[in-house]
């Protein structure tokens, strides 16, 4: 190939970089068009196999990505949703090959966040004018990003649609928190297919699109990951959402998602397992996370490991030196498990970064009805197991009291604790605990999906809540400003 570019820029007079971009292009990309996903409708997204982070440093890829963009050409030709910035370029060219982009009539922007709207800025400049679809608040995060461009924006609710032609609609469904407050999704008629953005994806790269025609045990890993490491902390949100779409009685024939494989052959089977999911979802299986500086917390590990085994043979147990592991997947073994047990020992008064950085994302997840137990070696203060059991109370998690600190490297008289904590981790299912934070000001609440604080000082004067009102007295129909969930979403603080 040097040859051949060696060769066009003596005739030509380009540069050697524009050549080797233009090759790059042609010999990487130039076969990533259009694929059929059913009738006039086509998979026109960015098949990602680099990746191998998403969110910052995040979440991990393993199995690379996919950002799906879909192109509809109806009567009207509709475009839903674009690629990721860096791939924008790439994708407007492709789109090009296959369209005259004046054709585009609609463009549905189903999320703001960039992986999906990245494409958008550049898209506008070569067809300003063109009508976007989304709701309110995408076009906040959408202006927020890229600034006021004066786009055309329809906003759209629950049950709005547009005539597309050919006798087919496009129906529009909030998603809110699920999982950013401007999430749809974009149902049409005629074809049956539901184009749910981020839910019910994966991040797994699927040349074959299809759920059917990709690897199986991959496939159902990586949408594990995604709901374990992406979507938990809106299961609350989730299982009302589904049961609002069941109420919406829509047949659907495929759930075209935003990352990874389209489902097609039982395309339910996806949401009857995120309903399963969404429930504070447990297998038969422990997992035991830890640090460990000299090794002794990591004996104390792995006695754990072998007196679950002891105590329950048919419970899986897993172990994992968090800062050998990915963190990720270990959030993954963590939502599988009915119980978890941490460990780190004590350092200047505190405990391993590695372990409270982990710590910090588990809490983020929110996972619920699992237990938890602490253990760890020190030398002399000895303050980890008291910190790791705060934090993980502060999960969500029921902690036992049952525990192992270990001075020094552990002795039989610490091993034999280990016993004990084991039995109250294998005991009973688990339930989250809920904090008594009586007091005698009107408390503050916080939304448990977006994090808003309801401040009774302040009331939601927006809403017709005036400042004074308690979080007891405000109307049951009130929402949340920010995500538009309910009271019973709020958490005292
Ligand atoms: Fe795939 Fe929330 O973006």
Redesign the pocket.
């Known amino acids: 190939m040097e040859g051949a570019i060696i060769n066009i820029i003596t005739r030509t007079g380009v540069s050697f970089d524009l050549v080797k971009v233009m090759f790059h292009h042609v010999i990487l990309y130039g076969d990533r068009m259009r694929k059929n996903v059913k009738n006039n409708v086509s998979w026109i997204g960015y098949m990602d196999w680099e990746l191998e982070i998403f969110h910052g440093d995040e979440y991990s890829i393993s199995n690379g990505s996919s950002?799906n963009a879909y192109l509809i050409e109806e009567g009207k030709t509709v475009l839903v949703d674009t690629v990721w910035t860096p791939h924008r370029s790439e994708f407007i060219e492709n789109l090009k090959k296959e369209i005259d982009l004046k054709k585009i009539d609609i463009v549905i922007m189903n999320?703001g966040?960039c992986?999906?709207s990245g494409s958008l800025a550049a898209l506008m400049d070569e067809i300003p004018g063109t009508p976007i679809y989304c709701t309110a608040s995408a076009v906040k995060s959408l202006e927020g990003q890229y600034g006021k461009k004066g786009w055309d924006f329809h906003t759209v609710k629950t049950g709005d649609s547009i005539d597309i032609g050919n006798g087919k609609k496009l129906v529009f469904v909030e998603m809110r928190m699920l999982?950013?407050p401007d999430?749809m999704a974009t149902y049409m008629t005629g074809d049956n297919i539901l184009f749910s953005?981020?839910a019910f994806?994966q991040h797994f790269a699927v040349e074959e699109l299809f759920a059917d025609l990709a690897d199986q045990p991959t496939l159902w890993r990586e949408a594990m990951k995604y709901y374990a490491n992406i979507l938990n902390p809106f299961s609350s949100v989730l299982q009302k959402k589904l049961k609002e779409i069941e109420g919406l009685n829509l047949d659907i024939d495929i759930i075209a998602p935003?990352?990874g494989a389209i489902w097609r052959k039982d395309p339910l089977q996806i949401v009857r397992t995120y309903a399963k999911w969404a429930d504070s979802y447990k297998e038969d299986q422990v997992t035991v996370v830890y640090d460990t500086m000299w090794e002794g917390t990591a004996k104390i590990a792995h006695a754990i490991s072998e007196e679950v085994h002891r105590q329950a043979p048919n419970t899986v147990v897993k172990v994992y030196n968090i800062s050998k592991s990915d963190k990720n997947d270990v959030m993954t073994e963590v939502f599988k498990s009915k119980a978890i047990a941490v460990g780190s020992p004590t350092v200047v008064n505190s405990i391993l970064s590695s372990v409270a950085g982990w710590l910090e994302m588990l809490t983020q997840l929110k996972f619920r009805g699992k237990k938890a137990a602490a253990f760890g070696c020190y030398g002399w203060s000895g303050e980890s197991v008291k910190i790791l059991q705060q934090k993980l109370a502060d999960a969500g998690f029921e902690v036992c009291e049952e525990n192992v600190r270990s001075n020094w490297n552990p002795e039989d008289e610490d091993f034999a604790l280990v016993l004990a904590m084991v039995k109250s981790l294998l005991s009973g299912d688990g339930d989250a605990i809920v904090e008594d934070t009586a007091s005698d000001n009107p408390a503050k609440y916080q939304c448990e999906v977006c994090g808003y604080v309801y401040d009774p000082e302040k009331g939601d004067p927006d809403s017709g809540i005036a400042p004074g009102t308690p979080f007891e007295s405000i109307p049951d129909d009130w929402v949340c400003p920010i995500c538009g969930v309910g009271k019973s979403d709020f958490k005292k603080m």
């Open positions: 950002q999320h966040e992986d999906h999982h950013w999430s953005n981020d994806g935003s990352h």
